[in-house]
C-alpha cells in the first residue's frame, strides 16, 4: 500500500510540476531537441521559420535561454500532446521562466493564436509589450509587420494586400478583359 502511494504520489509530481529534459539540439525559434530524441514544438507561440526574416535570430535566441541546459516540459490542457510531425507540445520552464512567454517578451516569437492553449492571454499581453517596447522583430517596425502579417491567421487572403497592390491587381485585370474584348471582336 505504501508503495502505491508512492507510486501515485512520483507520477503526480511529475504531471504536474513538468519533467526534465536536456536540451542537446535547437532546430528553430519554437522547435528543439531533447537528449532521449524527442522533438519539442513550444506551445502557444510561433517563431518565424528559418528562411523567414528574422529566423535565424529567433533560432539564435532560443539557442541562447535553452541550448545544452536541462529544463521542466509542461503539457496544455487544452491543445493536443503532439502536433501532426509528432512534435511534443509543451511549455518549456527554466529556472521558474516561461521561456515560450519570454521568445514572445523578446520580439522572437508571436503569440499563436490560430489554436487554443491555457495561456492566450498571457501571451497575447507579453506580445503587446514587446511591441511596445519595440523588442526583437519590433525594432524594426517594417520587417515586423512583414513577420506578423505572414504569421496572422490567413483565412482571408485579402486582408493581408496592401492597396497599392489590390489598385494594381485590378487595374491589370481592366487591361486584360479590354484586350480579350478587342481581340475577339474583330
Not at 509530481?13 to 539540439?25: D, H
Not at 529544463?71 to 501532426?84: M, Q
Not at 517596425?141 to 490567413?154: A, D, H, L, P, T
Request: charged share 25%.
Amino acid at each position: 500500500m505504501k508503495q502505491s502511494l508512492l507510486i501515485i504520489l512520483t507520477l503526480l509530481t511529475i504531471v504536474c510540476f513538468g519533467t526534465p529534459f536536456k536540451v542537446t539540439r535547437i532546430i528553430d525559434g519554437d522547435t528543439f531537441e531533447t537528449e532521449s530524441g524527442d522533438k519539442v514544438r513550444l506551445v502557444g507561440i510561433n517563431a518565424p521559420e528559418i528562411r523567414d526574416i528574422f529566423g535565424e535570430e529567433a533560432k539564435q535566441h532560443l539557442i541562447l535561454l535553452i541550448q545544452g541546459k536541462t529544463v521542466d516540459l509542461e503539457s496544455d490542457h487544452t491543445s493536443n500532446d503532439r502536433d501532426r510531425y509528432n512534435r511534443l507540445l509543451r511549455y518549456v520552464i527554466l529556472n521558474n521562466i516561461d521561456i515560450n512567454k519570454q521568445m514572445v517578451l523578446d520580439g522572437y516569437a508571436f503569440a499563436y493564436l490560430k489554436y487554443h492553449f491555457d495561456k492566450e492571454a498571457e501571451y497575447k499581453e507579453a506580445q503587446l509589450i514587446a511591441a511596445q517596447n519595440r523588442a526583437g522583430i519590433w525594432g524594426n517596425s517594417k520587417k515586423g509587420k512583414i513577420i506578423f502579417e505572414q504569421n496572422s491567421s490567413k483565412e482571408n487572403l485579402f486582408n493581408n494586400i496592401s492597396s497599392e497592390a489590390y489598385t494594381i491587381g485590378v487595374f491589370i485585370i481592366l487591361l486584360v478583359i479590354i484586350g480579350c474584348y478587342y481581340y475577339f471582336k474583330k
